[in-house]
């Protein structure tokens, strides 16, 4: 551990050197870049301790896309006492790196050497470079939704719960119908047909009402 101390600032100034082109690094230590259509977000995942140093341990990719947290949003307003503690800026699709890039060693390595200098900092700089490189080649190799959309159902069904921000079936339902895929009709009226056999009634009746308005689009 550094004699000095290892504030917040300091933290930033060094997420700052990891800046991909394009994004913004916010006061949290978010990474993001906006459009019209969508919102990217970046953070690397991390044990802060301040005023003496942050240990790092992986990177995770949150994109929102607009038109579905919207869609998703006005049918929700409707069930306040579903706890879904959405925003319309709530990510639609999440997805973390870990030791799948830099290795078991590379994980105990940032793990057992937390920053509290810069000179620790650029050690374990090689590290958190490759988190980065992954996570933005991810964002540029599926830019759409189609593209993730297409991605996801590469995946078995836990997989795709932890890929999908949840409630997974509602907002699987609103990308289907987005992009005018023909399992929408039938998808939707399976999930319906199921929550109609749960106990929870509300969130039965959200999908339901949910359906409602997308069979109008």
Not at 57 to 83: A, K, M, R
Not at 97 to 115: A, K, M, Q, T
């Amino acid at each position: 551990m550094s004699d000095t101390l290892y504030n917040k600032e300091n933290f930033l100034q060094h997420l700052e050197m990891l800046k991909p082109n394009g994004y913004t690094l916010d006061n949290k230590g978010f990474y993001y870049k906006q459009d019209s259509n969508n919102r990217i977000e970046i953070q690397f995942s991390f044990d802060e301790d301040f005023p003496f140093d942050v240990t790092f341990y992986g990177i995770s990719v949150g994109i929102c896309f607009t038109e579905v947290e919207q869609i998703f949003h006005q049918v929700w307003q409707g069930f306040p006492n579903l706890d879904f503690g959405h925003s319309l800026t709530a990510t639609t699709f999440n997805k973390g790196f870990r030791e799948d890039i830099i290795g078991e060693s590379g994980y105990d390595f940032l793990y057992d050497n937390p920053v509290s200098d810069t000179a620790s900092f650029n050690e374990v700089y090689p590290y958190l470079n490759q988190l980065m490189n992954a996570a933005v080649n991810f964002v540029n190799q599926y830019p759409t939704l189609q593209s993730l959309f297409t991605y996801a159902e590469t995946m078995p069904i836990q997989e795709q719960a932890k890929f999908y921000n949840q409630p997974l079936p509602a907002r699987k339902m609103i990308i289907l119908k987005l992009l005018n895929n023909s399992n929408y009709t039938s998808y939707a009226t399976d999930v319906v047909n199921h929550y109609n056999q749960q106990p929870d009634a509300e969130e039965a009746a959200f999908l339901q009402a949910l359906k409602n308005y997308l069979d109008t689009l």
